[in-house]
């Protein structure tokens, strides 16, 4: 492995809107490239431009003291949530010794910025002092990336990742400790073939319940573009797994037959996160200014979405009326008191009438309707 120390002009990254799985509105990176070389992983596509993706990491120099910079001078850099990692796992192997993921939450936690982390290794319980902070301070979540509870298949799709039974003491470490960090598992990808049997989906979800998790996030298939579909696949020939090679090409290619295949496993998965009394959605960071009610009905607004389209029920008209309200710059009580909600941005009349029965329950002005129906 090649270590090279670069400098960077920029640390944080600002998306268009906030993601609506893990309600992130910025991302930043301690690292580009990933030791922990996951056979699947979607950041060996050529849009991430990582040509040597496990064996050449880039440290980022100084990228907590220019966080610091950017935070500090930026008047309309409003907190929100901040993913790091993402491209790359934040507690990789060399955050043992270079510890950029460590610097940078001390930042974040100054600033009271909430944070959402998804990894695949057990050191991030190092940091459970910092993140404990930051909960308290504004909301904190942690996702551990766990797909299979299967030693040997871990070992094969995540070769340097901790093993699963580590992430799954990591995660009950941290809500022992730490009560106030919401906890879970990201299931995803759940990859056709090798990890959607029945024992292996249970195995996962009773094991995160066990584990302390609030949540279990969950999503069938896996992306397979170009150079990262390829490493896949050659390493899956030269491997005891090659028989589901065909099988899965043929799923990938034939649209109704993934569409049913996905709507089967996402069937199965909902019955076993009721059956544990796990969410399948994160308890969303609502900050206290004017965006506070606009995150509050874009959450539903995007629960909903998802929710449905889970049973096949696709209404675009919630995902997008969702995502423009985390972009107002007022509150959506103060527009509803002074005109229709139809001049936001991405509100038609279906959506509108969903969310004028919760402001018109009491007078708008005390802005209690919202809270009583919350």
Not at 177 to 182: D, F, G, L, Y
Not at 184 to 209: A, Q
Request: one cysteine or more; aromatic letters at 10%; a positive charge.
């Amino acid at each position: 492995m090649r270590v090279i120390k670069k400098e960077f002009k920029t640390a944080l990254n600002k998306y268009k809107y906030p993601d609506s799985w893990f309600w992130a509105r910025y991302s930043i990176n301690p690292y580009s490239g990933c030791q922990h070389a996951c056979t699947y992983c979607d950041a060996r596509s050529e849009r991430y431009y990582l040509n040597d993706f496990e064996n050449e990491i880039v440290v980022k120099i100084d990228i907590d003291k220019k966080l610091s910079v950017k935070l500090k001078r930026a008047r309309k850099l409003l907190p929100d949530v901040v993913g790091p990692g993402g491209v790359s796992d934040a507690y990789q192997p060399i955050e043992q010794e270079i510890e950029n993921t460590r610097r940078i939450l001390k930042v974040l936690s100054k600033f009271k910025f909430p944070v959402n982390i998804a990894t695949k290794s057990s050191l991030i319980t190092r940091d459970i002092d910092i993140l404990k902070n930051i909960a308290k301070d504004s909301w904190c979540t942690v996702g551990f990336s766990i797909t299979t509870t299967n030693e040997d298949l871990a070992r094969f799709l995540e070769p340097y990742s901790s093993a699963p039974l580590d992430r799954l003491e990591a995660m009950k470490s941290i809500k022992k400790r730490a009560p106030e960090i919401q906890v879970g598992t990201y299931f995803m990808p759940i990859i056709p073939f090798l990890e959607d049997s029945d024992e292996n989906l249970e195995s996962v979800v009773k094991k995160s319940k066990e584990s302390g998790a609030d949540f279990v996030l969950f999503s069938p298939g896996l992306t397979l573009r170009d150079s990262q579909k390829a490493y896949f696949f050659e390493k899956l020939k030269k491997s005891e797994h090659s028989k589901i090679v065909k099988p899965l090409l043929k799923l990938c290619d034939d649209s109704i037959m993934l569409g049913n295949y996905l709507k089967e496993i996402n069937s199965k998965m909902l019955e076993l996160c009721n059956k544990y009394s796990l969410g399948i959605r994160l308890k969303r960071w609502i900050p206290n200014d004017y965006r506070k009610w606009n995150y509050i009905i874009s959450q539903m607004l995007l629960n909903k979405y998802y929710k449905d389209s889970l049973t096949g029920k696709v209404n675009k008209s919630l995902l997008w009326a969702g995502l423009y309200l985390n972009n107002l710059e007022e509150s959506i009580i103060d527009i509803r008191a002074r005109t229709t909600l139809l001049q936001i941005r991405g509100f038609n009349t279906s959506v509108a009438s969903l969310i004028e029965r919760y402001l018109d329950r009491k007078n708008i002005e005390r802005k209690s309707a919202l809270d009583n129906f919350l």
